[in-house]
Nanobody
Framework: QVQLVESGGGLVQAGGSLRLSCTAS????????MGWFRQAPGKEREFVTS???????YSADSVKGRFTISRDNAKNTVYLQMNSLKPEDTAVYYC?????????????????WGQGTQVTVSS
């Protein structure tokens, strides 16, 4: 089993930046593809961005050019740098890990999920 813990959420004004972190523990020898998803109130969970063990990435169009995913395999940690934040980015952000070799946008490809961290962007 793998446990994922997110941190770094908070309240920020529109145009500001935040960096989320997700640290894995447990069977971290697994070469997991890691992803970030988000869920706003009253909406379904949606894909944000993902990264493979070797650094390949894939992002949703809504965050391209603003959000950057990266990982430090030695620290078992993945990061989400969020710049130029908009009120519509407000959501609970979830870190996820899965065994796909691709940076998949499908939540079905992820077996492990964190508890989520709230990001609120004020206008």
């Amino acid at each position: 089993q793998v446990q994922l813990v997110e941190s770094g959420g908070g309240l920020v004004q529109a145009g500001g930046s935040l960096r989320l972190s997700c640290t894995a523990s447990g069977r971290t020898s697994s070469r997991l593809t890691m992803g970030w998803f988000r869920q706003a109130p009253g909406k379904e969970r949606e894909f944000v961005t993902s990264i493979t063990w070797t650094g390949g990435t894939y992002s949703a169009d809504s965050v391209k050019g603003r959000f950057t995913i990266s990982r430090d395999n030695a620290k078992n940690t993945v990061y989400l740098q969020m710049n130029s934040l908009k009120p519509e980015d407000t959501a609970v952000y979830y870190c996820a890990g899965g065994g796909s070799i691709y940076a998949s946008p499908s939540p079905l490809q992820y077996n492990y999920w964190g508890q989520g961290t709230q990001v609120t962007v004020s206008s």
